[in-house]
């Protein structure tokens, strides 16, 4: 018998409808760069998740679930606004929602609920390092320079060595005690935001660097079945999307890695999430000790995936299925059991799905919409979904703004204004890696689905939108630093490359700024 029929057995199944009381707990526990494609087969193989199988065993799995944005603030900002970034204008990691706008979780409060919100949120606007801002910055500067440590591993204690991410595991133990002091009289909402399976920052690479190392331990590894652990394919650089070779140099990753190196790094972050699927655990256990699990939706879901040396690249910040595509399921009570969608959905759909089972007004100018009519035992759907899915990107390590349209079996890329940088087309039936770019064998497909992006976008504008937002940002923090700007963007994450030719790189900056490029 495996593990998750196990938890079913000693947690139980859900008795309760959603009808039967008017207000359900509802529990969202959002990860960091968790790839939604571990979470049915084929992927779901590779490492043990029983918490995550228990969720799709008592609930739904969207199997087609993908972010607003791949990174993490403007897509928070997309799930906490139900809005697409573009009409939040949520640029990057600095600039996002506003401290004062209104979540799904101010209006469950003004409707009666407890709320708690614990741990990563990452939604509002000033945040994350300076490096980060900057590279987004300055992505239109026509330098190349790495941004990021090279992607490593990290091995840590033992077989007993279990809580790696300790931030995290506070944050859990936090979540746990809060559900384990409330009562069934008034209804509760918990959200609990986790760093995992985030990569950790290499601190070898000084103060200004970013998250490079997958780390863990023994324990965690042997829940990883390492011979399952496939070698994803490259295309020959001279061959990549310019957009993606710029990603993947500034990523760091342009250079030669062994075959093993590539199967730690993934075996690595699939042991990670295993990890972040035992802190999932631990909140579905605080809810069934407490008896509040009958009465409780739970929501597990990350902001964007990773994509673990896919395409030549880790991190995110990239249209690519391990970048865009990220888990979403769904139980609780009056909600369907062991059931799979495979309708296309996004995060932007959370907002008015939580408020929709809480029974609480969504209004009317959002961009996403309920899923409940999909998962519900007793309600039928009474209106159409889109049959597409919306991501765009605007921030560092990819140099021009990035549109994705998902629909049906073909994903669109376009870049920039549309004509300045040729768009990608894949057919994820036939090409799964999406290593074959046919956007020139079907201009026909190209053309179609450009007016359907277009309807919902007006991308060149927002672009343009964006190009103007970089400049001014820019300007303003380079006078703010007066006669420390040259000193202090040296030594910023890309400050190897920088100064090999700091002089240069200012100059063209400049060119930028005034327009002589």
């Given amino acids: 018998m495996n ?5 079913v057995l000693i947690f139980g199944y859900y008795g309760l ?18 790839g939604g494609r571990l979470t049915f087969d084929p992927g779901s193989r590779v490492v043990q998740l029983p918490f995550i ?22 897509s928070r900002a997309a799930m906490w606004s139900g809005k697409f970034v573009h009409l939040t204008q949520s640029w990057n ?6 401290s004062n706008s209104t979540t799904w979780m101010d209006l469950l409060q003004r409707s009666g609920y407890v709320t708690k919100m614990i741990g990563k949120l990452d939604y509002v ?15 239109d500067v026509p330098f190349l320079l790495s941004q990021e440590g090279r992607p490593v591993t990290q091995l840590v204690g033992n077989m007993s060595t279990v809580r790696i991410q300790t931030v995290d595991w506070r944050n859990t133990d936090s979540a746990v005690q809060w559900i384990q002091q409330r009562s069934s009289r008034q209804p509760f909402a918990l959200y609990l935001g986790l760093n995992l399976p985030h990569p950790y920052r290499t601190d070898s690479l000084g103060p200004t660097a970013g998250g490079s190392t997958f780390r863990t331990s023994p324990y965690w590894l042997t829940k990883v079945s390492l011979d399952l652990i496939a070698v994803p394919q490259w295309l020959p650089v001279a061959s990549m999307h310019r957009v993606d070779y710029y990603s993947t140099f500034t990523k760091n990753c342009s250079g030669d890695f062994t075959e093993d190196e590539v199967k730690s ?17 631990h909140i579905i256990s605080a809810l069934r000790h407490t008896g509040l699990l009958n009465n409780t939706v739970v929501l597990f879901t990350a902001d964007h995936g990773e994509l673990a040396m896919e395409h030549r690249q880790f991190y995110k910040m990239s249209m690519f299925e391990g970048s865009s595509h990220v888990p979403l399921l769904i139980m609780g009570p009056g909600l369907k059991s062991s059931w799979q969608v495979d309708q296309l959905v996004s995060l932007v759909d959370v907002y008015p799905t939580v408020l929709d089972i809480a029974g609480v007004p969504a209004g009317t100018d959002l961009s996403g919409h309920s899923l409940l009519p999909l998962i519900s035992k007793y309600r039928l759907s009474k209106r159409q979904r889109p049959d597409w899915v919306l991501s765009e990107y605007h921030g560092c390590n990819v140099n021009a703004s990035t549109y994705m349209l998902r629909r049906g079996r073909w994903k669109y890329i376009a870049y920039a204004d549309g004509l300045s940088v040729a768009p990608q087309l894949f057919d994820l039936k036939s090409d799964r890696e999406e290593l074959h770019n046919v956007a020139v064998k079907f201009p026909d497909v190209v053309a179609r689905l450009d007016a359907v992006l277009l309807g919902l976008v007006d991308y060149p504008k927002v672009s343009k939108m964006v190009h103007l937002y970089n400049k001014e940002a820019f300007s303003d923090w380079r ?39």
């Fill in 93 to 98: 990691n600095y600039k996002c929602l506003d």
């Fill in 17 to 34: 409808s959603l009808c039967q009381h008017p207000k359900p707990n509802v529990v969202v526990v959002m990860s960091d760069g968790f």
């Fill in 125 to 139: 606007s000033g945040s994350h390092s300076v490096s980060n801002r900057v590279e987004a910055w300055t992505r």
């Fill in 3 to 7: 593990l998750t029929r196990i938890l």
């Fill in 479 to 517: 006078q703010r630093l007066g006669g420390n700007y040259s000193q202090v963007i040296a030594n910023l994450r890309w400050h190897v490359d920088w100064q090999k030719n700091a002089s240069a790189n200012e100059r063209l900056i400049d060119m930028w700024l005034n327009g002589s490029l």
């Fill in 265 to 281: 790094i993934r075996a690595f972050y699939y042991a990670m999430c295993a990890e972040t699927d035992a802190m999932l655990g």
């Fill in 53 to 74: 199988n228990y969720l799709r065993e008592l609930g739904t799995i969207f199997t087609n679930a993908y972010t607003n944005s791949p990174i993490c603030c403007p």
